[in-house]
């Protein structure tokens, strides 16, 4: 059995995660902002990933242990517009999706045993050229596509593997709460009132194909267990998004503005 570290375990994916990997014998250290449960079985460790300090204690704390992976659960979703969102908001959300996997990284890799794995979990989108009011979210999960692909040539001389988990839609808090960002943003924006509003109708329909947690956690379990673990896992992708993806560049750029005008 193995030892894994898991960041956003309080969140529906990441505490999924941590539930099937202690439910199947593994010892778990979950590191999270907000308070976990421990009678989930896994041990809480609190730390911000936004807050080199809070993670280097949370280090400290596991350092002891020889980890046989690390697990990247933590995320945010916003649905805003990249001319009309606060500076605040995008520099959080690169914060969180992309540097927060790089602090993670900096201090536990050098906690792992050799043949360690590290599992990222990216989106659907992360490939796709980007949907309207998606911008800042596909952005970050492009990023963190790239910095996956140069840590994997890396590591791989430590002997240590990387997967990388692309999921659709998936039935956790995400979805309620990116339906009331987009709400907030259509009352808000000055320049998309009309398009946004078709837009939601859109989110919507590409949210209402999502599976439970759970499906992920499995995956990410395959992805730190199996001899040969694939590259890239992809779970749940939209027909529609990835019918829009083929068409070439131009082509996407008139179907938003026949759909969204």
């Given at each position: 059995m193995g030892n894994y570290l898991v960041t956003g375990a309080c969140g529906g994916m990441g505490s999924a995660i941590c539930r099937r990997l202690t439910e199947n014998g593994h010892c778990v250290w979950g590191i999270d902002r907000a308070e976990g449960a421990p009678a989930e079985g896994w041990t809480f460790v609190r730390a911000d990933l936004t807050d080199t300090d809070t993670l280097r204690a949370a280090a400290d704390r596991i350092g002891a242990v020889e980890l046989d992976g690390i697990v990247h659960a933590a995320g945010i979703y916003d649905l805003n517009s990249l001319i009309e969102m606060p500076?605040?908001?995008?520099?959080?959300?690169?914060?969180?999706?992309?540097?927060?996997?790089?602090?993670?990284?900096?201090?536990?890799?050098?906690?792992?045993?050799?043949?360690?794995?590290?599992?990222?979990?990216?989106?659907?989108?992360?490939?796709?050229?980007?949907?309207?009011?998606?911008?800042?979210?596909a952005v970050t999960k492009t990023a963190v596509e790239r910095y996956a692909a140069a840590l994997r040539m890396e590591?791989?001389?430590?002997?240590?593997?990387?997967?990388?988990?692309?999921p659709g839609?998936?039935?956790?808090?995400?979805?309620?709460?990116?339906?009331?960002?987009?709400?907030?943003?259509?009352?808000s924006t000055a320049l998309y009132?009309?398009?946004?509003?078709?837009?939601?109708r859109i989110v919507n329909r590409v949210e209402a194909k999502n599976v439970p947690p759970e499906r992920i956690a499995q995956t990410v379990?395959?992805?730190?267990?199996?001899?040969?673990?694939?590259?890239?896992?992809?779970?749940?992708?939209?027909?529609?998004?990835?019918?829009?993806?083929?068409?070439?560049?131009?082509?996407?750029?008139?179907?938003?503005?026949?759909?969204?005008?």
């Open positions: 500076e605040e908001d995008f520099v959080r959300d690169f914060d969180v999706n992309l540097f927060g996997m790089f602090r993670v990284n900096r201090l536990f890799v050098p906690l792992l045993r050799r043949g360690g794995r590290i599992v990222m979990i990216s989106s659907e989108l992360a490939p796709l050229c980007p949907m309207p009011f998606t911008g800042i979210y590591v791989q001389l430590l002997g240590h593997r990387v997967a990388l988990i692309r839609a998936v039935k956790t808090n995400m979805l309620p709460a990116s339906t009331a960002k987009l709400d907030r943003f259509c009352a009132r009309c398009n946004a509003d078709r837009f939601r379990e395959a992805a730190l267990t199996a001899a040969h673990p694939r590259l890239t896992y992809c779970v749940n992708r939209n027909p529609l998004l990835l019918l829009y993806g083929a068409l070439p560049a131009r082509m996407q750029l008139w179907a938003i503005r026949m759909i969204l005008s």
